[in-house]
């Protein structure tokens, strides 16, 4: 199923019924699971055999959105999680150990950002945070024996910085070091950021993948290409957990996968539920046909901001000045996505009067879905974030985050021209 291309994969991925079944996946709303035979259910219990015995590990509907989130990303091994940020947090927490750190890009999502520079470190793991622009060097600088791992956004919310995957991915190899990205808004539709040498890769499936603003999810996809085995950086993967009577996750084919199931979310219960899977498993199979309309009109708004009198500033990477062109053309070529943040000419009371003016377009806490929205980040998403760390995440008082949805393109643009005459 992996050879097919991604517009085949987000309609056909993830389930294949048999002769007289649904054809879709149907909604498993079930807690737990019959087996008659004893030996059965102890081996699944052991991890020696494959199957369902509980939804707060595992469950039929939400494996049908693992495998078809894994297959689109082109990875081995997919965990659908409560929400974007328990996707985070679970692989931290299946890397991480008191006295551990790691190493994050500064321009992330303020939900990501609290995560790791607040959250974190209250169970001792530390983050050290880095310019995504940085180079090479001072980016190893960060690096020591605990580190565990490194962390980027594809397309950073709401900077709209570019990730550079070569620099990354060149020093965490060198270092035997996981790359991790968040690729919710690039999406695997626009980049794979497996085949860009990370190692992992996390989503808001709540974002495009769902696309109606209707389910809240995550997701995790395992690569399947890190070798745990024998690396000392981590040893959790290479000593005996005697929760599952000596099994050494390094040695395993799935190692990273199977741990953080088989722990993490055993422990913490923070899956996806049935009904959200298949409300996002619906929504997913018009991933690419969103993608691309999504493009097109966020290329064409762009474009019409970057010459109104009233925007300062117009943060894109598919305009042709942006200072991460270049980065996109080289890992985006098809389309940069929906998101852009611009720069109105004024101070934060003139970007609430344009918002509030605004009559097709919303003001939400919210991104990435069919409908155009905008948000204050500073204000809102952001809020947390001390003066100098709005700085260092690229959030300007002026900013305002639009998400450009799939209406038509004109009747954005429009509704834009007229809040704009309000400032």
Known sequence: MNDYKPETLCVQAGYKPKNGESRIPQICQSTTFYYGDTQNMADLFDLKAEGFFYSRLANPTVEALEKKIAALEGGV????????????????????E????????????????????????????????????CSAKKLESLIDERTKFVFAETIANPAIVVLDFDKIAAVCKKHELLFIVDNTLATPILCRPFTL????????????????????????????????KGNK???????????????VY?????????????????????????????????????????????????????????????????????????????????????????MMSFGIKGNAKDCARFMESLKLITQETHVADARSCVLHPASTTHRQLSEQQLIDAGISANLVRLSVGIENADDIIADLTQALTNV
Request: proline share 4%; charged share 20%; glycine share 10%.
């Open 250 to 338: 390094g040695e395993l084919a799935v190692a990273f996968g199977t741990k953080c199931r088989a722990q993490m979310i055993r422990d913490t219960g923070a899956i996806m539920s049935p009904q959200n899977a298949f409300i996002t498993y619906l929504g997913s199979d018009t991933l690419a046909l969103r993608m691309e309309r999504t493009c097109r009109n966020a290329e064409r708004v762009a474009a019409f901001l970057a010459k109104h009198p009233k925007v300062e500033w117009v943060k894109y990477s598919a305009l042709p000045n942006d200072k991460y062109h270049k980065l996109a053309k080289k890992y985006l070529p098809n389309g940069t996505g929906g």
């Open 77 to 96: 091994y997919g965990l659908g999680c409560a929400s974007g940020m328990s996707a985070i947090l679970l692989t931290a927490m299946t890397l991480c």
């Open 197 to 228: 040498g990370a190692n992992i890769v996390v989503h808001s499936t709540t974002k495009y993948i769902d696309g109606h603003a209707a389910a809240l999810g995550g997701m995790i996809i395992d690569g399947g290409n890190f070798n745990f």
């Open 233 to 247: 950086r981590y040893p959790a993967f290479n000593t005996p957990d005697e929760s599952y009577h000596g099994l």
């Open 98 to 133: 008191a006295g551990d750190n790691i190493v994050c890009a500064s321009e992330i999502y303020g939900g990501s950002f609290n995560l790791f520079s607040v959250t974190l470190p209250k169970f001792g793991i530390e983050c050290r945070f880095f310019d995504a622009d």
